[in-house]
C-alpha cells in the first residue's frame, strides 16, 4: 500500500456510524490485545469499524474480522502520524474516532479542533497517568494536563486512573468514563483446556505474561526467585512475551544461576494453558492500569500473587479473592508470598464466573458501544 492508503475507500453503509480506531501496530500488547477483541466484537448492524495503524503488522493482525477496514499510514511515530489520521479523518468523517497509547491520544486531541465538526474523539488510557509520567518532563507533563481535558471522552480501565486524571490533570469528571477491560471468559477457557500442559517436572510451576519492559517489574521476580528456590528447589518460572528489556533479563537469570529454571518461550498464541496448569500466577508490575493476562488467569482459576502497585489492582482484588497483593519494588516480599501459595494445600479451584462478570467481553462491548452511539 502507498503511505496513508487503506483496504477500502467506499462512505459507511446506511444507518450504520463509521468509527475510526487508531493505534500504532498490533504488536502483542495488552492494548492491542484489547482493540482486536473490540473490533471482533463490535455490532455491524450499528458500527462500521475502521482501522488506522502506523504500520499495519503485529501478531494480532490475524485475529481482526475480514470486514475490519485497515488504514495502513506507513510512518514510525505519533508526530508523524498527525497530518495523515487529519487527512483520513476528513475523508470518513467518522462519528468517533478512538485512540489509546499515551502518544497517540495526544496526536489525535491535536487534531480535534481541524476534525469534521461531528467527530467525537475518544482516548483510552491504560496506565495509571502520574506513574507513567513519573520521569517525564515537565513539558510533557503539561502536554496532558492541557490536553486530555479536551478529549470528548476519556475512558479509563480503573476508578483509581479516573481520580488520577481528575485530581492531578484537572479532566473534568463528566469527560471521564470508566470501562473494565474486556475478558473473553469462554474463549479464554476453551482455549486454556484445549491442550495439555507445557510443563515438565514436579514443580510447583509458576507463570507470569506481558512486555519486557521495566514497568512490568520482571527483574524484580527474577531476584525474588533464589528465595524461592530454597524453600521449592523444583520450582520452575515461565515468562510469556517480547520486549526491549529480553535480553537484559535473560542475562540478569544467568548471572542469578537461574538458567535451568526460567524459561522464556517469548509471544504464544496461547497463553492461556500456560496459565491453566501453572500453580500460580505472579504479577511484579511497578505499575499497571488493567493487566490483562493477570484477569485471564482468573478466569481460569489460577491463584494469583501480584504486587499492590499503583492501577486497578485493588479493584480487582475486591471481587476476587484469590489474589494476594504484596508491596511493588520488594523482591523479599514477593518470594515470601509466592512460598506461602506454593505451601498452601491444593484444593479444588472456585468458579471465577460471578466475580468476572464485570469483565466479561459481552458487558464491556455494551459499555463501549453505548458510548461510541451517545
Partial sequence: MTPGSSSADA???????????????LKAGGSERVF?????HLDRRCFEPHLALFKAEGEYMEDLPKDV?????????????????????????????????????????????????DTRVLVRQTVLTTA????????HKLLYRYLYKRADKVICLSDSMADDLAVHFNVPREKLVRIYNPVDLKHVRQLAMAEGSPYSGPGPHLVTAGRLSREKGFDLLLAAMPSVLEHFPQTRLTLLGEGPLAAVLNAQSRQLGLSEVVDFPGFQHNPWRYFRHANLFVLPSRYEGLPNALLEALAVGTPVVATDCPGGL???QACCKQIVLVPPEDPRALAEA??????????????PKENLSSYDVDRVIEKYEKLLLS
Fill in 69 to 117: 477496514i485497515i488504514h495502513d499510514l506507513q510512518v514510525s511515530r505519533a508526530r508523524y502520524a498527525l497530518p495523515r489520521i487529519l487527512r483520513l479523518a476528513r475523508k470518513l468523517r467518522p462519528s468517533a474516532m478512538l485512540s489509546t497509547l499515551s502518544s497517540v491520544n495526544l496526536a489525535v486531541i491535536l487534531c480535534k479542533p481541524f476534525l469534521p465538526k
Fill in 314 to 316: 485493588r479493584e480487582i
Fill in 11 to 25: 462512505p459507511p453503509l446506511a444507518g450504520r456510524k463509521s468509527v475510526l480506531f487508531v493505534i500504532p501496530s
Fill in 132 to 139: 507513567v509520567l513519573k520521569d517525564e518532563t515537565r513539558l
Fill in 36 to 40: 482486536s477483541i473490540l473490533l471482533r
Fill in 338 to 351: 509466592i512460598v506461602k501459595a506454593c505451601n498452601r494445600t491444593k484444593t479444588e479451584r472456585e468458579s
